[in-house]
Each structure stands twice: as structure tokens, then as C-alpha cells.
């Protein structure tokens, strides 16, 4: 098995593949968008690497850091998730990012992602909160609470969108807040941070 690769590019495509040499081989790799833009040719490389075996095929997948790596594996043991999928995911969402998307229980984020339908999103939050162990914010997630009523964090995130903050900018206000308050206090803790980062 082949965990990492260190050489030079030789080539790359619009298809997301790049030619790596390492001591004269040339391993044919599949990276991520954000990947391929950094990999210019005739420039060193070193990736981390998911050699992804199956009965017609073996596949070289390349990634910059090894979170990425792990979550890539994590993500293809999910069911329904094939590595085209997996690899779509992680090129929207960093780990770090899909780790507060499914903490938050947040479909419409997964849902940015090309192929990720509702039904999808929800069912990949469910399954991927046991496998990347994140925390669960109370309330949270595509269903509302057991009133009925929207969940807090659904009621703060919405209004924050409202107010044209950018997805990633209201993750990032909702990570500080504490589960247990109102919505209006949510609100307006979310309101201070986000004032101060833009400052």
C-alpha cells in the first residue's frame, strides 16, 4: 500500500489528476481542485496518499495534510459514499469545517456540495457523527425541537443569514456560543463576535 509520495510534478489535467515523479516513476494521482491548483509542474510535492483498491481498478488519492487523508478513509466507510463523493465533500468543506457542519446538525451546508441532495445531507450527518466523534450542539439539526419550534441555533443561523453574513462566517460565530442560551441572546453574542472580526 502507498501512504505517501514525495517527487516532482510532471504534469496535471482539468480532470483533477497530476503525474508525480518519485526516482524516475511516475505515479498517476487524483487530487481536490484546491489541491490542484497549488500543484504546479516542474515543483516538488509531497502528499499523503489513500491507495483506494478495487476488483477492476487501483487508484492513487492525494491530499495536502493528513486530516484530509483521514477523512477521506472515514468518509468512504460511510454508506453511499464512494470516493468521487468523498472527494467532493472534502474540496467544499475542509475537516475541520465538515466536523462544525455535522456538530451543528447543518444539512444546507452539506447540501452546497455537487450531488448532495436533503435526504443525503441528513443521512450523512447522522452516520458522520459517530465516525468523526464531534460534539453535538443541543438543538441542532435538520429537525426542530420537541415543541416543534425552530431550534435556537436554526433561529440565530437564519437570522444571521438574513443579514447577508457568509456561511462560514456564521459556523465560525455559532462554534463560540453556549448550547444553552435563548435565541436572542445567541443572536446578539453572535452580532458582538462577528462586529469585532470585521472591525
Request: charged share 25%; proline share 7%.
Amino acid at each position: 500500500m502507498i501512504g505517501s509520495l514525495r517527487g516532482e510534478v510532471l504534469e496535471r489535467d482539468l480532470e483533477g489528476r497530476v503525474l508525480v515523479d518519485v526516482n524516475g516513476v511516475g505515479y498517476d494521482v487524483v487530487v481536490s481542485p484546491r489541491v490542484l491548483a497549488e500543484l504546479e509542474p516542474t515543483t516538488s510535492v509531497f502528499l499523503y496518499i489513500h491507495h483506494h483498491i478495487r476488483e477492476d481498478a487501483q487508484t492513487l488519492y492525494g491530499f495536502a495534510t493528513r486530516d484530509e487523508r483521514s477523512t477521506f478513509g472515514l468518509l468512504l466507510s460511510t454508506h453511499g459514499v464512494g470516493p468521487a463523493l468523498a472527494l467532493a465533500i472534502l474540496s467544499t468543506h475542509p475537516p475541520t469545517v465538515l466536523a462544525d457542519i455535522v456538530g451543528e446538525g447543518d444539512p444546507a451546508a452539506l447540501m452546497l456540495v455537487p450531488g448532495v441532495g436533503k435526504k443525503t445531507a441528513e443521512r450523512l450527518i447522522i452516520e458522520l457523527r459517530n465516525r468523526l466523534s464531534v460534539p453535538v450542539f443541543e438543538g441542532s439539526g435538520p429537525v426542530a425541537g420537541p415543541s416543534g419550534a425552530p431550534s435556537a441555533i436554526s433561529e440565530v443561523r437564519e437570522a444571521l443569514a438574513g443579514l447577508g453574513y457568509s456561511p462560514d462566517e456564521i459556523r465560525g460565530a455559532l462554534r463560540e456560543l453556549p448550547i444553552d442560551a435563548d435565541a436572542a441572546t445567541m443572536l446578539r453574542d453572535a452580532l458582538k463576535q462577528l462586529g469585532a472580526r470585521r472591525a
